[in-house]
């Protein structure tokens, strides 16, 4: 089975910078992929990881060890539209390439 | 256009009514897949369409019925739904299956009375 874990819920002040961990036992690891929902809309991408290493996007960044089953959303100048839910998903080579998602992490902006 | 359309937002059903969901995508994306989100929980793939094929249903009661009628378009037709169905019904494609990253419709927010 596979086995993905977030912090359920997070709180910050605006302007400053925040890390989601994710962690994951999995088999047939390919990726992972963050999302995130604001409360009511779909899910938007925000980064992938395939191999180790930072991805960096503007005010986002994400990190992956694949020997670990560790990775990180970092967030930057926190605004007060950051506060959503983040997802974690992990793609698997088999079975097409299924995700699987975390549970999410619901971060709180504060001003 | 890197959109995914959805309709209706929004839909009240009967246990007893028949209605259907529609997804539209035009990238050209030939992966298409059908979530349900209830409250507080991550997305739960219900199904997989590659190039047209089902090739996931995820042990899905067959009150719910899927249907590619081509690579652009992914109906779910629903049947004798229960109260518990009652969620949010997420749509999403990928260019194709494997690991690239899925776009997401604005789902349907679906009530069973």
């Known amino acids: 089975g596979q086995n993905i874990d977030q912090p359920t819920e997070m709180t910050a002040t605006e302007g400053a910078i925040v890390q989601i961990n994710c962690t994951y036992q999995?088999?047939?690891?390919?990726?992972l992929f963050w999302y995130q929902q604001h409360a009511g809309e779909a899910p938007t991408f925000l980064s992938y990881?395939?191999?180790?290493g930072l991805e960096e996007k503007g005010r986002f960044s994400s990190f992956l060890s694949r020997s670990k089953g560790y990775s990180y959303l970092l967030l930057k100048e926190l605004q007060m539209k950051d506060s959503a839910s983040y997802l974690c998903?992990?793609?698997?080579?088999?079975?097409?390439?299924?995700?699987?998602f975390g549970s999410g992490t619901k971060l709180n902006v504060k001003p | 256009d890197t959109e995914v359309t959805q309709t209706p937002k929004h839909l009240v059903m009967g246990m007893t009514n028949k209605k259907s969901l529609k997804c539209e995508q035009h990238?050209?994306?030939?992966?298409m897949y059908w979530y349900k989100q209830k409250a507080k929980k991550p997305p739960e793939l219900m199904f997989v369409?590659?190039?047209?094929?089902?090739?996931i249903n995820e042990s899905v009661p067959s009150r719910f019925s899927p249907e590619c009628p081509n690579s652009s378009l992914l109906n779910l037709h629903l049947h004798a739904l229960q109260p518990e169905d009652s969620a949010l019904y997420l749509c999403?494609?990928?260019?194709?299956?494997?690991?690239?990253?899925?776009?997401f419709g604005p789902g349907t927010r679906l009530t069973v009375t």
């Open positions: 999403a494609s990928s260019p194709r299956t494997g690991s690239y990253e899925q776009y």
């Open positions: 999995t088999s047939g690891f390919n990726g």
């Open positions: 990881n395939v191999l180790d």
């Open positions: 998903a992990v793609s698997v080579v088999y079975n097409f390439n299924k995700f699987y």
């Open positions: 990238m050209g994306h030939r992966a």
């Open positions: 369409y590659s190039y047209e094929k089902l090739s």
